[in-house]
């Protein structure tokens, strides 16, 4: 056994609880090592080498990255057809739509290889191996030598390792660092760019329960939608076009009709975004009393104005839909962490490891003089706020709030070509900014942007310090006399940027005068510079805490050498195992495992913006129209829960039973376990799951749609 993999099998999660065998986001390349006796146990049936292998086919060949980690995906035909969840695909579905074809309320279906609707921008991304390159990383590195040059000799060596390991083929290759810096590993994957629409849900049946149920359980959402992967004639990823055809995969995964009962094994693989499980008591109070609180503060004014928007017509409701959904899901997160991370004392859980972690330092010299000090470290690089705030408010309420200013970073190239006398060169910038116009447009209003830049300027310039306040400001603060409502009126009217037949003007003869007098375009360029200085001071006063966590990191492992744990999510391929269950989230309160299509007909409230529901569904329920989708109790299930531990970034998983095959998709998680990106909560934390027989109904018996149905591998 290598030394490096040897070090990272004993890297350990020092919680206050025991690690339980359900909590744990594994690498798949290492559970032949570390978990397959427990898998087994549990009731898998599958080998190590059948999860993740190298030289065969195995089940990571069916799962996907969507859109680089965003969420996940699996493949459940010979002919390159996904499953993922409604909210993965709602982008999509979203630009698809119009008043004339309104797929948001109304559904899609693609009864042929021919209707389906290309996504430019859209990507699967496959694993094809990992490993463990930590000894070549640190080859030649002491804990002698400066920061400077340590980082500058590791960054060589991981771009060798990388060039060497592509090759000459068109893989990607990269090297991820894993517990802190501490394990390095090589990811080599490969990338799909042609990803077409093929089916998605009413969004009453894939976002029922909107945002009231959100993290929520009991859940009956079909939180479901499908795409199709496409190909070069030869096999090899391309961008669109007509003549490219279905990808056939190395594995898609049996479908299983069999349902789910309690205790069942079920396993996830899938591409979780980020956890810090091995945060300090410092790293949790700044998340929860700067991150969530400005994000919660910041994304509740915008979300009150776009949801006016929304609410005035269905081109607006279709135009914002998308936006609306992406900045509340996070919002809520938000508010629930913070109310979980209390409830769930996480706080005094750091400490107690922290005290401990103290103690076992100090009593050793040469432990002492190693990682005594790592705690301080950390804690300075926590000291200062006030750019911190910054950093945040800066992320929600400048570049994450109004669209306009994103939008004109985007022609910062043909400023730049338009300083020179490069005819070519401007032609070539005028004509890649236009590709990107019409999109924009499309889901933009200019008054409500304007509504929503000058309620969060207000709050940016209420709750930031004067130091990392945009220059722009001080005309709000002097002409304007700190009204934002009427300085944002006059930047929107006098701005190309929020009209679009003035930018179509502009770009059929543009020049660097009319960008230089431009107010939108001088305010996004001030935004900028206030970033540089925030992030300048930001590295300056986090300096010592990457070194810090590696040490604290580095001293768990070695103070509980008999442990083993996983490492902190960053979206690479990982797998969860665990069983399904019920749970028990308050005292006198007892949740059942799964959900029927009963709770459409008891939550349903016609014309609800969440609760609204397609009459037909509700018919067939009276009708009990089930065919062979209905469990052996004679209900159609809809949801189940299960303790797989996973997080964003996992939405659309795969979960799997103990064959292997797909029972349903994970989706969400649950209110009660919100902390769970930071400490999992044994006894309450669930993953919430949409019933792969539910899915199959509606695309079968509800929408009609057999062809898609009969391509699959359907295991009775």
Request: glycine residues 8%; neutral net charge; contains cysteine.
């Amino acid at each position: 056994m290598k030394k490096s993999l040897a070090g990272l099998m004993a890297f350990v999660l020092f919680l206050s609880i025991q690690v339980k065998a359900d909590e744990g986001m594994w690498l798949p390349s290492l559970i032949g090592k570390l978990n397959i006796d427990k898998m087994h146990s549990l009731g898998l049936k599958l080998s190590a080498e059948q999860i993740y292998s190298i030289n065969s086919s195995s089940l990571k060949d069916a799962v996907v990255a969507l859109d680089h980690g965003s969420c996940t995906a699996e493949i459940v035909s010979a002919d390159g057809l996904l499953l993922t969840n409604h909210h993965c695909g709602f982008g999509e579905i979203q630009k698809h739509s119009s008043v004339e074809h309104d797929y948001l309320k109304d559904g899609f279906w693609a009864l042929s290889k021919d209707q389906e609707l290309p996504n430019p921008g859209k990507s699967v991304t496959f694993l094809i191996r990992m490993e463990d390159v930590t000894d070549k990383v640190m080859k030649g590195i002491s804990d002698t030598m400066s920061a400077s040059s340590r980082q500058e000799k590791m960054m060589k060596a991981m771009s060798e390792i990388e060039k060497e390991a592509k090759g000459d083929t068109k893989y990607e290759t990269r090297i991820r660092p894993l517990f802190e810096n501490n394990v390095f590993y090589l990811f080599v994957t490969e990338t799909f760019r042609d990803i077409r629409l093929v089916g998605a849900p009413p969004q009453s049946i894939g976002k029922f329960g909107g945002e009231e149920d959100n993290w929520m359980w009991p859940r009956h959402t079909g939180d479901f939608s499908m795409f199709r992967i496409y190909c070069s004639p030869d096999g090899k990823p391309a961008d669109y076009a007509k003549e490219n055809v279905p990808y056939h995969p190395k594995h898609h995964l049996p479908v299983s009709l069999k349902g789910v009962q309690m205790n069942d094994y079920a396993m996830v693989m899938g591409y979780p975004g980020t956890t810090n499980r091995y945060l300090t008591s410092f790293g949790l109070k700044s998340t929860m009393e700067v991150v969530n609180v400005v994000r919660i503060k910041a994304r509740e004014a915008k979300l009150d104005i776009i949801k006016d928007y929304m609410a005035k017509g269905e081109k607006n409701r279709i135009q914002y839909a998308s936006k609306f959904a992406g900045s509340s899901n996070y919002y809520k997160y938000s508010i629930g962490e913070n109310m979980g991370l209390t409830a769930l004392k996480v706080m005094d859980q750091k400490l107690a490891i922290e005290k401990d972690f103290t103690k076992w330092a100090n009593a050793d010299a040469a432990r002492k003089a190693k990682y005594g000090d790592c705690l301080n470290k950390i804690a300075k690089s926590y000291q200062t706020v006030d750019e911190k705030f910054a950093s945040n408010y800066a992320r929600e309420a400048l570049l994450g709030g109004p669209e306009v200013f994103r939008f004109s970073m985007g022609i910062s190239s043909l400023y730049d070509a338009l300083r020179g006398s490069d005819k070519e060169k401007i032609k070539t910038a005028t004509e890649r900014f236009k590709t990107s116009v019409d999109g924009f447009y499309k889901d933009f209003d200019a008054a409500t942007d304007q509504k929503i830049a000058a309620v969060l300027f207000k709050m940016y310039a209420d709750n930031v310090v004067a130091k990392y306040q945009p220059s722009v400001f001080a005309e709000a603060n002097k002409k304007f006399k700190g009204n934002f409502a009427a300085y944002c009126e006059k930047l929107y009217k006098k701005s190309i940027f929020p009209d679009q037949q003035k930018m179509e003007a502009f770009l059929k003869n543009p020049t660097k005068k009319v960008l230089d007098k431009d107010p939108v375009y001088t305010v996004m360029l001030s935004m900028m510079e206030t970033m540089k200085v925030i992030g300048e001071d930001v590295r300056k006063s986090t300096a010592d805490l990457e070194s810090g966590r590696k040490l604290f990191v580095a001293g768990l492992n070695e103070m509980n050498k008999d442990k083993i744990s996983y490492p902190d999510a960053n979206s690479t391929m990982r797998l969860t195992y665990g069983i399904v269950g019920d749970y028990n989230p308050r005292d006198g309160v007892h949740y059942n495992y799964f959900t029927t299509l009963k709770g459409y007909a008891e939550k349903g409230k016609a014309g609800d913006a969440d609760f609204d529901f397609p009459q037909k569904l509700v018919d067939m329920f009276h009708a009990a129209d089930y065919g062979r989708y209905a469990d052996k109790d004679g209900s159609l299930h809809t949801c189940f829960t299960t303790n797989n531990d996973i997080t964003g970034g996992n939405s659309g998983s795969p979960v799997m039973n103990a064959n292997g095959e797909l029972i349903g998709i994970a989706f969400d998680g649950n209110w009660e376990a919100m902390s769970g990106n930071i400490a999992y909560e044994n006894d309450l934390q669930k993953c919430i799951n949409v019933d792969i027989r539910f899915v199959l109904w509606i695309i079968d018996k509800y929408a009609g749609a057999k062809n898609i149905v009969n391509e699959m591998t359907i295991v009775q």
